[in-house]
């Protein structure tokens, strides 16, 4: 069975973007791309919410082109042209694509049977919406938490309205230069 890898920025007391959004306190360098770059490369498929993907499509498909695009850049535009995109989405109904599959109603069977098919993991960037429901159905198999040394104090939950248990395992926590602690925990 496939890995359903969750990765998100999160800040101190736990919140994934502000009350409108921001995300202008992620600290991301370097250093952190060429961290996480590693488990975009044993992924096969893209998971997003509709914002998220929108956001995505709207930069990544050539971001790589640009004679002054980064190394990382490059390598994710080029890792995302690449890759099935699978959207959770009421609203994008039947726009289905090459390489993009629409998900608008039972969530639970589809990215069920999704992680039962052959092929490398499946990730999810950001989405905090269909990060909440996919822990509600308890689908998610890692949690890469990067940890961001800063407090909001209201804003979006990383965590909310579980109604079970998630048992997680440490598997390795990682510090870098720029106070960012990266958690990486197993379902159980």
């Known amino acids: 069975m496939r890995k359903l890898v969750l990765f998100m920025h999160t800040t101190l007391d736990g919140f994934v973007a502000g009350p409108n959004g921001e995300m202008d306190w992620i600290n991301i360098d370097g250093e952190i791309f060429d961290y996480a770059g590693y488990r975009t490369t044993v992924a096969d498929t893209g998971l997003y919410g509709r914002v998220t993907y929108d956001l995505m499509e709207a930069y990544w498909p050539t971001a790589g082109d640009d004679p002054n695009a980064s190394k990382h850049d ?3 535009s080029e890792w995302y042209n690449r890759v099935e995109k699978v959207i959770v989405s009421k609203t994008m109904l039947g726009k289905d694509s090459d390489k ?3 998900i608008s109603d039972k969530i ?3 990215v069920t049977a999704l992680k039962q098919h052959d092929g490398g993991e499946i990730v999810i ?3 905090p919406g269909l990060a909440h429901t996919l822990m509600q159905y ?3 198999d890692d949690y890469w ?3 961001n040394p800063v407090l909001l104090g209201k804003g979006i939950a990383l965590f909310k309205d579980l109604e079970e248990r998630i048992s997680l395992k440490l598997v390795e926590s990682k510090t870098f ?3 960012v602690v990266c958690l990486h925990y197993e379902k159980q």
């Open 125 to 127: 960037f950001g989405s």
């Open 138 to 140: 308890n689908l998610i």
């Open 100 to 102: 993009r599959t629409i």
């Open 74 to 76: 490059i390598e994710h």
């Open 108 to 110: 639970f069977e589809q």
């Open 177 to 179: 230069a720029s106070g």
């Open 145 to 147: 938490l990067f940890v």
